[in-house]
């Protein structure tokens, strides 16, 4: 029996889209007696998911702030990072955490053969991080193939797993 495992959460990485696809990729690599067992982050109130993708620390800050740093060096840019801030948001109709880098002024940012000006407030979208509502999560199993759903969550119901198989286990 061929038991995928995709730990965490990190399906919420992949638009939804995408997260169908793999789901129906995996679904297609499992034998019939085999299954997947997945992790997922449950829709929770904003007031404890932005504190989440903006928490006090400023670790996830310096990660999103990083990305500019990589630019940096890939293509020669001169962005500062400390014209920027890191900005978490719920975009509840979207059902995503939505990361960007906003501009804290107007600014220029060059590179060798090129330069961008951005607005004060001006945003770059760095990431998004999709939450489900635990029916929802069910029903793209099933349409991605899978028949036979277990969901165990949290006592706050914040986060889930899932095992998704073809055939009820004996």
């Not at 998911?49 to 903006?54: G, H, Q, S, V």
């Not at 928490?55 to 400390?82: C, E, P, Q, S």
């Not at 948001?89 to 053969?113: D, I, K, T, Y």
């Not at 760095?126 to 939450?131: G, L, N, W």
Request: proline share 3%.
């Amino acid at each position: 029996q061929r038991l995928f495992f995709y730990s965490g959460s990190s399906i919420g990485n992949f638009t939804p889209e995408s997260a169908m696809k793999l789901l129906r990729s995996l679904r297609e690599q499992c034998d019939d007696s085999g299954g997947l067992l997945i992790g997922i982050d449950l829709v929770k109130p904003a007031s404890i998911l932005e504190p989440a993708y903006d928490d006090a620390l400023g670790v996830t800050a310096a990660f999103n702030l990083n990305l500019l740093n990589h630019l940096n060096h890939l293509i020669g840019a001169d962005f500062d990072l400390g014209d920027w801030r890191h900005v978490a948001q719920f975009n509840r109709s979207l059902s995503r955490v939505e990361m960007h880098l906003e501009a804290r002024h107007g600014l220029v940012v060059s590179w060798p053969g090129g330069e961008r000006h951005f607005a004060a407030g001006e945003r770059i979208h760095t990431e998004s991080s999709y939450k489900y509502e635990l029916l929802q999560f069910r029903a793209m199993l099933v349409q991605a193939g899978f028949r036979k759903i277990n969901a165990w969550t949290d006592e706050r119901q914040w986060f889930a797993v899932c095992h998704a198989s073809m055939h009820e286990q004996p």
